[in-house]
């Protein structure tokens, strides 16, 4: 099946810089990526949707501003998390829909986590 | 975007299978139902996927009643390495679709020796 990386792994920052999270496609354009944050022992919940080319579109509550999403081609987008605080720390993941034939399948990444402190 | 309800938690024992029930009663034509599993700190793994009546894999088996309000994944002989979480989702697939997938609580399953 087709593969979705994400970069880093895991990640540990301080208090108020910026962390750069990588998502991509390796076998496949995507059309559409998507970005989730999940808690622990919760589900994971949709940030934003994005489109290569066009500005994200985020779910409510989400603050486009801390949040910065670009999505520069069809294999490759990036959730840049702004002045990080401790309760930004959770486990991200991405996914890219794409695929052949008349259905899309939605494919995710393995997840970032992210630690703030 | 369909709703969907599952049981917050299941447990069962090696050897066995084990179906899961979801319900979607808001699922629209052009939905399909898809199956993901997720074990902890890692991204959720599709599993299957089915519109209507029964869909297997080398996986798992997907039953769908005519009136598709509901579906139930069923996992033949269970093992430890089943102990994960298990989200039914639904919405529509169609290329043309820009359906985002929402996902429900999901059911925590927790297979014993």
């Known amino acids: 099946g087709a593969v979705v990386s994400q970069h880093p792994s895991r990640v540990i920052c301080k208090s108020g810089t910026s962390v750069k999270i990588e998502c991509r496609s390796l076998?496949?354009?995507?059309?559409?990526m998507f970005w989730y944050r999940q808690f622990p022992k919760q589900s994971l919940m949709l940030m934003a949707t994005?489109?290569?080319?066009?500005?994200?579109?985020?779910e409510q509550g989400v603050e486009k501003d801390k949040f910065l999403i670009n999505h520069a081609s069809l294999t490759l987008s990036t959730l840049t998390v702004t002045s990080a605080h401790p309760e930004d720390s959770s486990f991200y993941i991405c996914s890219a829909r794409g695929g052949q034939g008349a259905l899309d399948e939605q494919y995710f990444g393995p997840g970032t986590r992210l630690t703030v402190t | 975007l369909a709703k969907t309800t599952q049981p917050i938690s299941m447990d069962s024992y090696e050897g066995q299978e084990v179906n899961i029930t979801c319900s979607h009663n808001n699922i629209a034509t052009n939905d399909y139902i898809t199956w993901y599993q997720q074990f902890p700190s890692q991204g959720p793994r599709f599993i299957i996927q089915?519109?209507?009546t029964k869909v297997t894999n080398e996986v798992a088996s997907l039953f769908i009643p005519a009136d598709r309000k509901s579906s139930t994944l069923s996992l033949p002989r269970v093992s430890l390495s089943d102990t994960a979480v298990y989200y039914c989702?639904?919405?529509?697939?169609?290329?043309?679709?820009?359906?985002?997938?929402?996902f429900g609580s999901g059911t925590r399953l927790s297979i014993r020796p």
């Open positions: 989702l639904v919405g529509d697939n169609h290329r043309s679709s820009a359906s985002k997938i929402i």
């Open positions: 076998d496949f354009q995507a059309t559409t």
């Open positions: 994005s489109n290569e080319g066009s500005k994200a579109t985020y």
């Open positions: 089915g519109y209507k």
